[in-house]
Structures are given as C-alpha cells and as structure tokens.
C-alpha cells in the first residue's frame, strides 16, 4: 500500500502499536515451502507454512465431510494433523496424499457444537469462556476468577454432566474483559471522559472510501474517533456489532482524500507489511501489537471461541460474544481493537478481550479479520491502492530491539525482531493496566465490568482493553 501522507493534517494513523514490550522471539524465519511427494504412492505429510496449513484444512474440510472433526498445525513438525470421525477409508487416503497426518478421534464435530450450546443453554455465566481444542478432540471451557460460588457450582455440574471424554474445565487467572486502548491509539471524548482505543488495519470501505477496523467494543464506546487525546476528530463509526455475533467495527476517515499504509507499525519507526487477511489456524504463531504492552507473541489455542463478559450497563447482565479466536497471547487495558498478524504479513484480528497480564501471562481473544471484513464488506488495505502495494517486507533476520514508548509511524520492520523487556513501560501496567486520562469513561458500552477510566486509559479491575 501507498505511504502517502494525509492532505493538511498529521500523517494517517499507521496499523498497529507503538512501543513493542515483552515478547521473548518475535517472527522466526519461516519453514521452506510445501513439499509434494513425488513418489505417488503413500504420500508422507508435506512440510507447510501456517497459512498453507490453514488453506489445506479449508480443503480437506470440504472432501472428508460428516468426517472432518478439526484440525491443528504442528508448528514444531510444520505438518497440518486433521482428525477424522468415522472416516471412509478411501477419503482418508486422499486426505494423506493431500499432504495431512491424520488421526482417528472419537467426538464428531456436529458433538462438540451440541456440547457447546448444551454449555450456552446451562452456562452463560459472566467470566466464563469456552472453544474446541482439536488436539483433545474436546471442548475446554475456561472460568475466571470471579466464578465462584454457585456459579462454579453451577458451571461444574454441568461440564460434568457432559461426559468425561467431551470436554474439560479449567481457572484461568484474572478477568475476563474487553481492553480499551491499544495499537496506534485512537481517542474519543464522550460525556464521562476520554476512551482510548486501538487501530487494528486499515481497510477500505464498500464505497470506495478509506476506513479501519477496530473492535466492536469501542465503536459501540464512542461514534466520533481522533488520533490524539486532544486533536478533532479525523473518523467516525460506520458499523459496530458488540455483543453477539463478533466484536468489530468499521470506522470511516472523515476526509475521503485521506491516503492509509497497509503495515502493522512495531515501534522504532519500523513496520510489517501487511498482505491479505487469513484465517487463523490452531497450533500457529501469531504476533499481537498494542499501545499498552507493545509486541507479544503466541500461539492460537482455539477457534470460534465463546466468550461471556460481565456487562457494563446491567451489573447483573452477561454481554456474550462468539466466533472468536482463542490465543496465550497476552494483553493488559489499553490493547483493545490492536492488530494480530502472522509472520509473513497475514491479517489475523483484532483484540477483543481476555484475562491476566503481560507479567503472569493469560489468553486474549480476537476478532477474526475475515468475519470483520465480510460483515462490513470491506477489503483490506488502502482505497488507492491494493493491499499488496504494502511496501517491501521486513528482513526476517533483522530484530527489533528495544523499542520503549513514543509513536512511532512508517519505515520497515525485520519480522524476526526480538520484543523487549516489560519493565521499559511507559506507565504502571499491572494486570488490568493502569493509565492516566481525562475522565471516568465507564458505562459506554466500551469497557466490561466496574472499570475506572481514568486518564488515558483504564484503572480498575475490570477495566476494559
């Protein structure tokens, strides 16, 4: 994408973070490319990158059928494992001549989405979360530390209930939440103060014109969005879906003259070139950017995750989201709406919510950039120019060094760089992230829980991202 700057303002927001801070590697070399079998006979499984596994999965998906019952990337092997129910023997070949290790599991897919709404029908519960881990073949529901009770009464009989082979409970430690603030930050003033939240790609809209996506959280927050504290506003929300059925919002530049980079900016003037959205795949890397934290990394640990947030407006009220992906990346308030990308330039999503803290560690959730841009109907990248005009990519063998505070927009970024150490913060960023402002921002429908926006971002314990 074109690095034009904006007509008569500050340059456009770049996609992502500012300072990056804690992450041990960041972006490793990448695996050589798929290796086919020349031999055609029995085919050993091919060697793959993670998008290259996701692409197979999508295949294999639709020729083992009623039989598919999920799949994982072996990220140590860079094999696609995909599970299969009750398979045709036949099919099952194919399927290991396609290039795929494929293993007998015992629960179907159709079982384990009859679990998950035997989980929504008896155990909505605030703090609670659940998705399928297909290297269990189970589904895992996770309880934060405010279950307790008789609402871990509850939830337990009822995991219980399903079966000791169907799926597992688990404590996670802190709060589930939304995190407002994050990647390059965006701000909005509303009636209680100042809402902080993070650009998560630059896209561009159905019509043609320039816009963002963020989550859908901050979008229902606050309409009208500057890229500082104090500045007028330079874009406003077009769609916004918070709760329900994803958390993303498209976020329209006021000034349609306004020219965007497709890259996620990882501090120190350096950027990753951002090329196509992907869809995440079980087992892979993934990179997550945000103002608070800066750069982390981790793994995706489940797919179309079910997340149940205590409400903001209703202290006695659940606001549940769905078709998440599930990660063990970590994020603190203050990440929200931040980009989650792969090495090689994938767009994965945007920060939801989670538990814990860049210190203890804990899962985040992510909207699925896919979902996002097909809901809205937006395309990735600049409005005058293709995503694939993104500039030229990262060094891999580069490292990114210590990249503490400012905001840092434009240059190129090596995708193997090493994240820094957590201390370099730019504030107190203890579990729930504590940020100065300009205002109390709670009740907007942004930010779960009792938090306390106070300053630029969120204080208190159930601040959101």
Not at 33 to 44: E, L, V
Request: charged share 15%; net charge negative.
């Amino acid at each position: 994408m074109s690095h034009k700057r904006i007509p008569k303002r500050k340059a456009a927001i770049a996609v992502g973070g500012v300072a990056a801070l804690g992450a041990a590697a960041f972006l490793l070399p990448m695996a050589n490319a798929s290796q086919d079998n020349a031999s055609g006979a029995t085919a050993a499984p091919k060697t793959l990158k993670a998008t290259g596994a996701s692409d197979l999965a999508a295949q294999l998906q639709q020729l083992l059928g009623q039989a598919f019952a999920g799949s994982y990337y072996d990220s140590a092997k860079q094999q696609l494992v995909v599970n299969v129910v009750n398979g045709d023997n036949n099919v099952i070949v194919q399927a290991e001549q396609a290039g795929a290790v494929v293993r007998q599991v015992q629960n179907s897919t159709s079982e384990l989405a009859a679990v998950a709404q035997t989980l929504k029908t008896k155990a909505t519960i605030p703090g609670t979360a659940w998705a399928v881990d297909p290297k269990t073949n189970k589904v895992v529901v996770s309880a934060d530390s405010t279950v307790t009770g008789t609402k871990w009464d509850t939830l337990e009989s009822t995991v219980q209930g399903l079966g000791s082979n169907m799926a597992t409970l688990k404590k996670s430690s802190g709060t589930f939440k939304t995190l407002v603030s994050g990647g390059d930050a965006i701000f909005s003033q509303v009636q209680d103060g100042t809402v902080r939240c993070s650009l998560g790609f630059n896209v561009t809209a159905s019509d043609g014109t320039p816009a963002f996506l963020t989550a859908g959280h901050c979008g229902v927050a606050a309409k009208d969005w500057s890229d500082s504290e104090t500045g007028q506003p330079i874009a406003t929300v077009d769609q916004a879906q918070f709760p329900g059925n994803g958390d993303f919002s498209l976020v329209k530049y006021n000034d349609p003259a306004t020219q965007t980079t497709s890259d996620v900016n990882i501090g120190n003037g350096q950027t990753v070139a951002i090329n196509q959205a992907v869809d995440a795949t079980v087992g892979e890397t993934v990179f997550r950017m945000g103002s608070t934290t800066g750069l982390h990394d981790g793994q995706v640990t489940g797919l179309d995750a079910t997340v149940n947030f205590q409400s903001e407006t209703d202290p006695n009220g659940v606001d549940t989201v769905t078709g998440l992906i599930q990660t063990n990346v970590c994020a603190e308030a203050g990440d929200s709406g931040g980009s989650l990308f792969t090495q090689d330039g994938g767009a994965v999503g945007m920060t939801s919510g989670g538990s814990g803290d860049c210190t203890a560690g804990g899962e985040t959730f992510f909207q699925p950039v896919t979902a996002a841009l097909q809901a809205t109907g937006a395309t990735l990248g600049d409005a005058g120019a293709g995503a694939g005009d993104a500039g030229a990519s990262a060094d891999p063998s580069a490292t990114a060094g210590d990249q503490a505070g400012g905001d840092q927009i434009g240059g190129t970024a090596d995708p193997s760089a090493t994240a820094v150490d957590p201390s370099a913060t730019a504030g107190d960023q203890s579990g729930t992230g504590d940020e100065t402002g300009t205002g109390d921002a709670t009740g907007t429908g942004d930010a779960t829980g009792t938090g306390d926006q106070s300053g630029t971002g969120a204080d208190g314990t159930s601040s959101s991202n």
